[in-house]
């Protein structure tokens, strides 16, 4: 057996029993983010058993807010698993979670395939491929002993602090005016705690989505129809508590709701 996949084994063992994952032993930890996402693959054939097939990404650090919060200056992504997607008024427990939070974002979702072979992708070219948008949450999970001492490569290996989706009501893109003019703010128990535009996400969210796709392709991977992607935190991460109610409102998205039991 390879390092790589008894380092996804680790990984997995501790997402199934919610224990908070250590340093990994050092010849097992990624030193890179290429080996992180190789981890990453194994971890989603692990995963895939407990929480079903992966039906879209993540994207973390897209904005200047959460570069700085994470201290991770460029785009990592992680997995999407079935079971972990959840429409707007969902009711989650706590204790589902080592420490959860939440994030403000623009997710789409996609009209059709962009395959390797239609790279290098750009903003415009993605775009065209989008069939709708979302105001959604994204379910973050603190599940580190301490993430300040883990390095990207480990956290990309797990998915980089996924833990699902929430999902308002789909909006078509051609209903959008300009995502750049899209305003998004976070509220927790009705108050404010953050705020930010379409224009944070790496200037534009197609940008992100061009992220990923490049990103994949490089991997002679694919988008594919129908898949989901989440296109980074308008605001930084906020950590919750069991009787916390998140209401995320974006103009002319419309707003996405989670309480936390």
Request: glycine share 10%; net charge negative; hydrophobic share 45%.
């Amino acid at each position: 057996m390879t390092n790589t996949r008894i380092s996804a084994e680790t990984i997995a063992a501790a997402r199934r029993s919610l224990t908070p994952l250590a340093p990994l032993a050092a010849e097992l930890t990624p030193l890179g983010l290429e080996t992180g996402y190789r981890i990453q693959d194994d971890l989603h054939q692990l995963l895939s058993a407990d929480y079903g097939p992966l039906v879209g990404y993540k994207i973390g650090c897209t904005s200047d807010v959460m570069q700085k919060y994470l201290s991770i200056a460029h785009p990592c992504s992680g997995g999407i698993f079935a079971s972990r997607v959840h429409r707007s008024g969902a009711s989650l427990r706590a204790d589902s979670y080592v420490r959860v939070g939440i994030e403000c974002e623009i997710a789409v979702r996609l009209g059709r395939d962009l395959t390797p072979s239609q790279r290098p992708f750009t903003a415009e070219t993605v775009g065209d491929a989008v069939e709708v948008y979302y105001p959604a949450i994204e379910i973050v999970d603190d599940r580190y002993v301490e993430w300040q001492t883990l390095g990207a490569p480990t956290l990309v290996a797990d998915d980089f602090f996924a833990a699902g989706i929430v999902l308002g009501e789909p909006v078509p893109r051609e209903a959008v005016p300009d995502l750049l003019e899209v305003r998004g703010r976070a509220l927790i128990n009705g108050k404010e705690v953050g705020r930010g535009t379409g224009a944070d996400l790496l200037g534009h969210p197609h940008n992100a989505l061009a992220w990923l796709a490049n990103h994949l392709a490089a991997q002679n991977k694919s988008l594919v129809r129908g898949q989901v992607v989440m296109t980074g935190s308008l605001v930084q991460t906020v950590w919750l508590m069991a009787g916390d109610v998140a209401r995320m409102e974006f103009s002319s998205l419309g707003t996405v709701d989670l309480a936390i039991t």
